[in-house]
């Protein structure tokens, strides 16, 4: 194989986009953290984030909200129950 890694383009548009990371190895990583800084124009590093803070990542109020219809009194007991209850959330995310 010759050259360097191979780019993507993540976005179709020419607006600006941060990435938010969690606390994951894989995201703090030194090796990660050079490539960001590197490739990233806005990249924000690991001891910049702010230290608990799910406001700034939708997906955790996603799930918050999808778990709360899931398991509504009474909870699925069989594993066809539960699947429906989790399509039925996902699509009743406004």
Request: charged fraction near 25%; charge should be positive; hydrophobic fraction near 30%.
């Amino acid at each position: 194989m010759t050259g360097g890694p191979i780019q993507t383009k993540l976005f179709s548009s020419k607006k600006e986009v941060t990435f938010v990371q969690d606390g994951a190895p894989a995201h703090t990583s030194k090796a990660t953290q050079t490539g960001c800084q590197k490739n990233s124009p806005n990249f924000i590093g690991k001891d910049g984030w702010p230290a608990n803070s799910p406001d700034l990542n939708p997906i955790e109020n996603i799930w918050s909200i999808i778990d709360e219809t899931t398991y509504k009194d009474p909870a699925p007991k069989k594993m066809k129950a539960l699947k429906r209850r989790l399509r039925f959330a996902w699509k009743n995310v406004t």
